[in-house]
T-cell receptor, first 112, second 113 residues
Framework: SQQGEEDPQALSIQEGENATMNCSYK?????LQWYRQNSGRGLVHLIL?????REKHSGRLRVTLDTSKKSSSLLITASRAADTASYFC????????????FGKGTKLTVNP | DAGVIQSPRHEVTEMGQEVTLRCKPI?????LFWYRQTMMRGLELLIY????????DSGMPEDRFSAKMPNASFSTLKIQPSEPRDSAVYFC???????????FGQGTRLTVV
């Protein structure tokens, strides 16, 4: 069964505002990854946070991880119209499996 | 590197026909994944290979679906016979074992009429 659930399912904001997306997962992980998908395209990785990390930054992206709650959040600051896309989290489970499990994603619309 | 290459990009076929989707992973990657994406079910893992060997095919919907990886640089996903409910975007992804990132192809949009 698929694991990982993002919320909200859809988010619409104005340019310049911050966007926060949340993700929950079910099993112990090695790391958690966030991906972006533009309409009609494949997924592109954005940022990876390891299970022993609590926060990570990359440019305008900030990811947090709470392993006790099995949850993560992705914050995009000072959003731009070009950030309009779907965002997915993927959990990399412990146990040697290479199986990345994706949620259904958050569809972000940034209005100019 | 050209990235993960999938073909065809679009496929329209009639119900009952055989469909074969193709994938060339990134050179040096030894894990390969086939995903299916629909609005209703999101991104579902169908099967993944490690070192050309199928490791987990629990996501393959039924016997009409089969996947092969005859060598490290090529994989196919076959649907026979196809049905309208198979309409979806099929993604292939590859990664190097032990590392985090998966790299996705551009997908094949399959429409079965």
């Amino acid at each position: 069964s698929q694991q990982g659930e993002e919320d909200p399912q859809a988010l619409s904001i104005q340019e310049g505002e911050n966007a926060t997306m949340n993700c929950s997962y079910k099993t112990s992980i090695n790391n958690l990854q966030w991906y972006r998908q533009n309409s009609g395209r494949g997924l592109v990785h954005l940022i990876l946070i390891r299970s022993n990390e609590r926060e990570k930054h990359s440019g305008r992206l900030r990811v947090t991880l709470d392993t006790s709650k099995k949850s993560s959040s992705l914050l995009i600051t000072a959003s731009r119209a070009a950030d309009t896309a779907s965002y997915f989290c993927a959990s990399d489970p412990q146990g040697g499996s290479e199986k990345l499990v994706f949620g259904k994603g958050t569809k972000l619309t940034v209005n100019p | 590197d050209a990235g993960v290459i999938q073909s065809p990009r679009h496929e329209v076929t009639e119900m009952g026909q055989e469909v074969t989707l193709r994938c060339k992973p990134i050179s040096g990657h030894n894990s390969l994944f086939w995903y299916r994406q629909t609005m209703m079910r999101g991104l579902e893992l169908l099967i993944y290979f490690n070192n050309n060997v199928p490791i987990d095919d629990s996501g393959m919907p039924e016997d009409r679906f089969s996947a092969k990886m005859p060598n490290a640089s090529f994989s196919t996903l076959k649907i026979q016979p196809s049905e309208p409910r198979d309409s979806a975007v099929y993604f292939c992804a590859s990664k190097l074992s032990g590392t985090g990132w998966a790299f996705f192809g551009q997908g094949t949009r399959l429409t079965v009429v």
